[in-house]
Structure formats: C-alpha cells, structure tokens
C-alpha cells in the first residue's frame, strides 16, 4: 500500500509509524525525517516557506514511491511533504518504508529521499528579521 | 500557451502565471526562452543565468524538447524539497 | 547524546521520536523499527521469547552506538531492545540516529543494527501452540 | 570459575550457570571446552556441534583465549537479536 500525501498541516510521526507497524506483519520498518533547520541564516531564522507545484509534486511522489514499492518489494510506502510556512524543528518530510528484510526498507528509505531531494518541485525560502534568501540547491 | 513560474524565478518575474500568445516559429523549449528575453528585459533577469528547469505537463523536458501548443508549461529554479 | 535501553516493557515509537525531533536542530532522523513475524512457525506463533546476556548486551550496544556516534558525527543515537514474552507485531528494537545530514543518519542506523544483528547476545525463541524452536540466525 | 550458557546450550545443559573447578592445565577456551566434553555427556550435546560462541568477561574470544581463572565465561548459541 502507498500512500502520498502534501499539506501545510503538520503530522504526528507518532500516529503514522505506529498506525504502519500494526497493520502489517512486515518484521522491518524504516523511517526519515527531515526538520526545519538553520541552513544560511545563523541563528536567526524566523520561518522557513516552502512553495510547491502541486500537480507535478504529487506525481513525482507517486511515481517515486511506486518505483521504490515494486523495487524493493515494499509493503507499504508512505510520503508525507509539507508546503507554507514553517518554524525551526517542526517536521517537513517523513517517508516510512516497511518490508520483510530491513535492507529493503532502508535502501528503498534512502532512494526515495535522495530523488525527491533533486526531483521534487518544492522550493525552500528562509526568512529572517532582516532578510529573506532562497535556500539553494546542495547534493 | 500557458505558463508558470515558481520561488525565484516568480518573484522576479512578479508574476505566477500567464497565458502568451507565442509565433508558430517558435518550436523547442530553448525557442521559447529566447523569444521571453527579447520580449520584455524582465525575463532576461530571470533566465540568462541558465540556472532553470523546464515541465512540460508536469514532466521535465531538455531545452530542445518540442513544445506541444496546448501544455503548461512551468519554469523555476532547482527544487529544494525534502 | 547516546541512550541505550534493554527492558522487557514495550516503547512508544512516538514518544521516543517526538523527543529527539523537538530537543534538536539536526535536520536529518533515520529510524529504524524492528517487530515480531512468524519467522518459522508458519502462522502458528503463540508468543516470542527474548533471552539475553544483560551486562554483556549493555556494553555491545554501547561500544556500538559509541563507534557510530563518532563515526557518521551524530547528535543522537537511541538504542532500545526488548527481552522477555511478545506477541506477533511488538516491537522488538528501535534505532534512532540523528544528524545534520542525512547521508550520515542513514549509514550510522544501518550499520548498527547490522552489527546489532549478528554481535548482540540476544536469542530468540518461537513458541508455538505445537512446539517451540531457537530461530537460526540469518544475515 | 564461573560459566554461564544462554539459549539452546543453557536448555541442553539444564542449567545457566554453575562454578567449577578446572584442573591447572587447562589454558584456553579450547582446553575447557575438550575438558567438559570429556567430563560429562551433556556437554557433548550441548557443544559437539561447535555451533557455539564463548564470551570472556563480556567480550568474545577465540578458541586458543588463555583463561583468566576468575572471568566470567560464557557459552552460546549464535545470536538471532534485533
């Protein structure tokens, strides 16, 4: 099962992990979170927005977790990207991959941040007291 | 033809969408970049650093990807999700 | 900061999870979540049995969460294993490492329950309605 | 000297610990193991298969270890956590 969802509410890692780890007999769970963080501002970041393609983010997620599903013979895949504006630590993405044998998961985990980090259309602007600076692009 | 624009590449332009009227000449992506930049100085300041992505129909093209009249067309800067 | 864990009571993915995510401004949380599966049994599995070494388990999985912390320059590692009675989807362990890059969280989580895996003295047992066996190991 | 088994070795031999007596020639881990073979049958069982692992004072060691005659030592099966 796959499930792709984009929203500028927050989510509980909590509910989403442990609602995946009870549906399934899978043995192997794994899950990445990426946080708001403090990348060029120094200390002084007052929140960070986050502007999407709606249309096409969703279909490269889609696609994304398919690949990764059949790829790494999944039972369940789960993206979660948040878009507007966000404050310092509060959650962004979660991606939680579940299948029988734990290398599966983590790479299928690892695969589908790496591409989504390069392929997404999410686009991350910080904002200060004094300034604001589009985040740019790091491998 | 429909166009959109996202994060810098908007705000340059000060503007999220529009619909052009573009000449049956212009063919490609890269076509169609050119014709924006002679055509208003805004798009230059925009585009000629080259550092942009094209969707066509949600779907990245190559700058010689041949432009279908109906599609939306969507520009911005490298993606910096996840 | 390393925690290490060895209890017979159950965790809360969550709770653990929201804990680390919130007391940080590492970007990046890799978890891992391991459960109870009918490895042998064939859909028959009554409860597992957990057996470990104590003192001989907390100072593997400490030299272990040690050498990842400095290694792959995490800002958290949590290791928390179970011993004792668990029904079929109990969580059995939960490895969390954070980091500011994610490349770093991912390799630090794999590598230790890999080492995990085959160095910690943890045995497991599955009773069935029928019959009890020691799984074997695997890799 | 104190010997401690866990899992299927702990259930062959019927007991997790006990505190022997060892006679000074035997040195390594190699020496114990023949040495409780030969002195009970259960032993055979439990170890004839080699399938098993010897931890000294909490730290796995090979089968020619020297023994330090007050470590704790521990014999097992090889272990199927996480």
């Known amino acids: 099962m796959i499930e792709i969802r984009i929203h500028p509410q927050s989510f509980d890692i909590d509910y989403e992990m442990k609602r995946i780890q009870e549906s399934s007999s899978s043995g192997a769970m794994v899950s990445f979170l990426g946080s708001v963080r403090d990348i060029q501002s120094k200390n002084s970041l007052k929140n960070l927005e986050i502007e999407h393609y709606p249309k096409m983010a969703h279909k490269v997620l889609n696609e994304t977790a398919k690949y990764a599903f059949e790829k790494w013979k999944l039972s369940r895949c789960l993206i979660i990207h948040r878009y507007g504006k966000l404050k310092i630590n509060d959650p962004i993405v979660l991606i939680v991959t579940q299948s029988d044998h734990r290398k599966e998961a983590f790479k299928a985990n690892e695969y589908i941040i790496d591409f989504l980090k390069i392929n997404a259309p999410f686009w991350k602007k910080e904002n200060t007291s004094k300034d604001s600076y589009w985040v740019s692009q790091k491998p | ?82």
């Open chain 2, 1 to 82: 033809m429909k166009l959109i624009y996202f994060a810098k590449v908007r705000e340059i332009l000060g503007k999220s969408e529009e619909i052009i009227e573009v000449p049956s000449e212009i063919k490609t992506i890269q076509n169609l970049i050119d014709f924006l930049i002679s055509h208003d100085p805004s798009y230059k300041a925009a585009l000629e650093d080259k550092d942009f992505f094209v969707a066509c129909d949600e779907e990245l093209v190559d700058m010689d990807f041949i432009i279908k009249r109906k599609s939306e067309i969507a520009i911005f800067p490298p993606v910096t999700g996840g």
